[in-house]
């Protein structure tokens, strides 16, 4: 089943595509019944590939990692901010936009990162410590971000992310600490799992938005796009000046650029806002735009071979190879 996860990206453009020439083919699944228990399993699968060792990794390259995931939530946020205004966007996608620029990374960008000769123990750190964090920031920003546009209820978005988020994650990583056996028997069906919930779930929104995307569509996508562009170079360029080394600045365009998309779906179907399915739309543009951007970073830098300039990190990038092997883009974004 890997070509079906490494064709994540292509999956997601077919089946939105059908969506909007034939939207029936996907009306029948119930956004709000449906979107939270999906993202719980990929969060779950999320939380199967990780060990402790991830999150204790970060004590060993400190800078890496924490200036990665304080640009994620600091570049993202402002971008997804000036995005909405620049490109002038409806209430409802300015609203979306922000959620997805204020979610953590996912776990496809460790694959990407592989791929493209980054370094993947800074990646699965800095994915691992942005999901843990993402409990608290993105509903915090996203309330101070959104200000008076729309009301929100920052307790009842901090209730709903901690319960997408950090049990399911929490629960994976019990399972792969007490029952090693079941999560070698899970492992293999939760990257395809994940990617068809993710493509279900977007062609879904496209099929219900389809009447909106004709409108303002191409607004849309050029304002989602410009975020995750912005939060790559930044985030390359910023790694580059903090850290000084290339590999940590490769890994941290990766990381910046790709945004949890499912996070920010299920957030937008929670209730918490007005006009749901229009605030989803940019969640689900971001998560092609994510793989799409990601795939092409992978492609250049794969060809453009490195040095090995840090020091820190490339044997836990041996050592968590054969964990993204088997679990590789659980799709996050």
Known sequence: MKWFVNGFAIWIFLASLLAFIYPPSFLWLNLKLCVDPMLGVIML??????KFEDFLRVAKMPRSALSGVALQFTIMPLAGYL????????TPYAVGLILVSCCPGGTASNVISYIAKADLALSVSMTAVSTIVAVLATPLLTTELVGSRVDINPVALITKTAFVVLIPVAAGLSIRLCMPKLTRAILPYSPPMAVLFIVLIVAAIVAVQRESIRDSGVQIIAAVASVHLTGATLGYVFSRFITGKERAARTTAIEVGMQNGGLGISLATSGTFSQASMVSLPCAFSAL????????????WSRLPLKDDEGEGTAGSHRVKKSVDTSSSSPST
């Not at 699968?45 to 990780?50: A, D, I, Q, V």
């Not at 995005?83 to 409806?90: A, E, M, T, V, W």
């Open 45 to 50: 699968g999320m939380g199967l590939t990780l």
């Open 83 to 90: 995005s909405g205004r620049l490109f002038n966007l409806d």
């Open 289 to 300: 735009a994510s793989c799409l951007i990601g795939s092409i970073l992978a492609a250049v």
